[in-house]
Structure formats: structure tokens, C-alpha cells
């Protein structure tokens, strides 16, 4: 029965964001539509039409696709995984861009750790929206700390990601995770949902820690006690 449970409460999150995708997308919609419109009456798209129209079929695409990792049955290939090659990975990816805003990763790896049981691509994804965050809060630059660390259980693993952004009030971080609950300009307000999402898959813990002006902690804890859902 639990197992049951664990399903229905998965589909009625799913429905849920499937009404808030749907409004999501009918913004970006509407405007290419009058781009349409405008073109078929007029004939006047110019190079700036299409670059709003190009970017708002890209927000359409990146919406779908934060949705589809919530919504699409999960593609299990669970296997072994070394965090520090995962997190090493993800830094290099975002290095350049990092620079670019004065941002720098400083990391800080146990060395004996053990290997955390995971779907790799999911736990990419997990840390890459993390680390998008904390650079995304920390507009004037700064360091993004990374600490990887044997957790109080056998077999755990702890990361943490700590920045010296903009953090959070109190409010704030009782809405993390809410669908479309977002600060951002263009933000769509599901990274961390997915993020919840795919840690409680892999029945670890994710924890926040805030201070408004000072800067968040994002606490994953992982463990070797995946189970298929
Ligand atoms: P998005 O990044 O699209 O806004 P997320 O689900 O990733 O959606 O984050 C939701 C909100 O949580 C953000 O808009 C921001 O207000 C807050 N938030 C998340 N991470 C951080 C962080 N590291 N520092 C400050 N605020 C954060
Ligand atoms: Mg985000």
C-alpha cells in the first residue's frame, strides 16, 4: 500500500504542474502567435522579431523539458557513483560562464567517501540546477564553496554548496519548491521541484539554510539505499 500511496501522491503532483505548465506556456504562445499575425498582415518581421521569437520558443522548450523530468516515468540505470567526479564535472562545465561574472568554485572533498547508489544523469541534474541558482544569486561575483563529506549514517555522502548571494527571507525558504514559485525575471520557478523530486527518488534529504544579504547553503544528502519506485 505504500507503494500505492507513493504513486498517487506522484501523479496528483504531476497534475498539478501540468495546469501550471499549461499557463506557463500560453504567455510565450500568445506572443509568437502575434508575431504571426503580425507578419501575415503586415509582412514587417525583422531580425528582432525573430530573435524575441527564437528565445520565447526556447523558454516554451525549457519549460517542457523541467516538466518532463517530473512527469516521465523514471529511467532507471542505478548505479555507483564517485559525487566528486559528478561535481568536477558539472564545475568545469560552468567554469567559463562563472568566470565570466566573477564567480569561483572552490571545493572541499573528503578523501575517503563512499559511493553513493543513483541514477547519474538525474543527480547532474540535480547539482547543475543548485549551482545555476547560487550563481544566478550572486550578481556581484564572489565564491561558490563545495563540500563533499561522509554523512552521520554509514554509506552517506553530505554535499554541500554553499554561496554569498542574495539568500533568502524566512517566507522565501518555506516556498522553495513550490511550483512556479520564482524571483527570476525568466525563471520558471520548477528547478527545484525536480530537484526534490529527484533527491526523494533516490531517498536522500535536501535542505536549505538561508540569511537574507549573507548567502544559502543547499545540503544534499545521498545514500547507498536506492530503491526503485
Ligand atoms: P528558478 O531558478 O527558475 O527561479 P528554482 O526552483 O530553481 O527556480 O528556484 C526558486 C526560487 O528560489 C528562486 O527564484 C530564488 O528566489 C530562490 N532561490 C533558489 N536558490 C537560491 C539561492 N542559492 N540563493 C537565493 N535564492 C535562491
Ligand atoms: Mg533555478
Same mark, same amino acid.
Given at each position: 500500500?505504500?507503494?500505492?500511496?507513493?504513486?498517487?501522491?506522484?501523479?496528483?503532483?504531476?497534475?498539478?504542474?501540468?495546469?501550471?505548465?499549461?499557463?506557463?506556456?500560453?504567455?510565450?504562445?500568445?506572443? @509568437?502567435?502575434?508575431?504571426?499575425? @503580425?507578419?501575415?498582415?503586415?509582412?514587417?518581421?525583422?531580425?528582432?522579431?525573430?530573435?524575441?521569437?527564437?528565445?520565447?520558443?526556447?523558454?516554451?522548450?525549457?519549460?517542457?523539458?523541467?516538466?518532463?523530468?517530473?512527469?516521465?516515468?523514471?529511467? %532507471?540505470?542505478?548505479?555507483?557513483?564517485?559525487?566528486? $567526479?559528478?561535481?568536477?564535472? #558539472?564545475?568545469?562545465?560552468?567554469?567559463?560562464? &562563472?568566470? #565570466?561574472?566573477?564567480?569561483?568554485?572552490? %571545493?572541499?572533498?573528503?578523501?575517503?567517501?563512499?559511493?553513493?547508489?543513483?541514477?547519474?544523469?538525474?543527480?547532474?541534474?540535480?547539482?547543475?540546477?543548485?549551482?545555476?541558482?547560487? *550563481?544566478? &544569486?550572486?550578481?556581484?561575483?564572489?565564491?561558490?564553496?563545495?563540500?563533499?563529506?561522509?554523512?552521520?549514517?554509514?554509506?552517506?555522502?553530505?554535499?554541500?554548496?554553499?554561496?554569498?548571494?542574495?539568500?533568502?527571507?524566512?517566507?522565501?525558504?518555506?516556498?522553495?519548491?513550490?511550483?512556479?514559485? %520564482?524571483?527570476?525575471?525568466?525563471?520558471?520557478?520548477?528547478?527545484? *521541484?525536480?530537484?526534490?523530486?529527484?533527491? &526523494?527518488?533516490?531517498?536522500?534529504?535536501?535542505?536549505?539554510?538561508?540569511?537574507?544579504?549573507?548567502? %544559502?547553503?543547499?545540503?544534499?544528502?545521498?545514500?547507498?539505499?536506492?530503491? $526503485?519506485?
Amino acid at each position: 500500500t505504500e507503494e500505492v500511496l507513493r504513486r498517487s501522491e506522484k501523479l496528483s503532483v504531476v497534475g498539478q504542474l501540468a495546469a501550471g505548465v499549461a499557463h506557463e506556456i500560453r504567455n510565450p504562445l500568445q506572443t @509568437l502567435k502575434g508575431f504571426v499575425q @503580425l507578419n501575415k498582415s503586415k509582412g514587417t518581421l525583422n531580425e528582432g522579431h525573430l530573435d524575441i521569437m527564437l528565445s520565447e520558443l526556447d523558454r516554451i522548450n525549457f519549460i517542457v523539458s523541467e516538466f518532463l523530468v517530473l512527469a516521465k516515468p523514471q529511467v %532507471t540505470s542505478i548505479q555507483p557513483i564517485d559525487i566528486r $567526479e559528478t561535481v568536477n564535472s #558539472l564545475i568545469v562545465l560552468l567554469d567559463s560562464q &562563472a568566470h #565570466l561574472n566573477s564567480i569561483e568554485f572552490e %571545493t572541499a572533498f573528503e578523501a575517503e567517501l563512499p559511493q553513493v547508489m543513483g541514477e547519474p544523469n538525474q543527480l547532474k541534474q540535480v547539482f547543475l540546477n543548485i549551482m545555476k541558482n547560487a *550563481m544566478e &544569486a550572486m550578481q556581484d561575483g564572489g565564491t561558490i564553496r563545495i563540500e563533499i563529506a561522509k554523512g552521520d549514517d554509514k554509506g552517506q555522502v553530505v554535499i554541500r554548496f554553499i554561496d554569498q548571494g542574495v539568500g533568502m527571507t524566512e517566507e522565501e525558504l518555506q516556498r522553495i519548491g513550490e511550483p512556479f514559485f %520564482t524571483n527570476k525575471e525568466t525563471g520558471t520557478g520548477l528547478g527545484l *521541484m525536480v530537484c526534490q523530486q529527484i533527491v &526523494a527518488n533516490h531517498k536522500g534529504k535536501l535542505n536549505f539554510y538561508s540569511q537574507l544579504g549573507e548567502g %544559502t547553503t543547499v545540503e544534499v544528502i545521498l545514500g547507498s539505499n536506492y530503491k $526503485e519506485a
